[in-house]
């Protein structure tokens, strides 16, 4: 292999996450959406189902006039790890910019949808 593409390759390989894909949270517990100057602002609160998940978050699937769709997601532990298998209470928020009568947050288990509070 020529050195250039062998280079490029360690770099790929190199520039790869050692940690899995956001995966979505077990459940969603309660979802608050506010909308102030144009901003909405998303707070949820779920639970995934052991311990060691980081980097909660929630990602907008989509968004119009009428209603934000996002997935409540985190990076889940890497296999093998050793964790508490239980429960684990989880919170993200976001702002979106746009305007939007309703927010749906969607867990692996169960969504929640909720009117915009102005």
């Not at 790929?12 to 909405?40: E, Q």
């Not at 707070?43 to 998940?53: D, H, I, L, R």
């Not at 889940?76 to 749906?104: D, H, N, Q, W």
Request: aromatic share 4%; net charge positive; charged share 20%.
């Amino acid at each position: 292999m020529p050195p250039k593409f062998l280079a490029i390759a360690l770099a790929l390989c190199c520039a790869t996450p050692a940690f899995a894909a956001d995966k979505r949270i077990y459940k969603v517990d309660s979802l608050i959406a506010t909308n102030k100057g144009g901003t909405i602002t998303i707070q949820a609160k779920g639970a995934v189902p052991t311990g060691g998940w980081k980097n909660p978050r929630l990602h907008v699937l989509h968004s119009d006039a009428h209603a934000v769709t996002v997935e409540f997601v985190a990076v889940a532990p890497p296999s093998g790890m050793t964790v508490i298998e239980a429960l684990v209470p989880i919170e993200a928020s976001i702002k979106v910019k746009g305007r939007a009568a309703s927010v749906r947050v969607l867990a692996d288990a169960n969504e929640m949808t909720a009117q915009i509070l102005k």
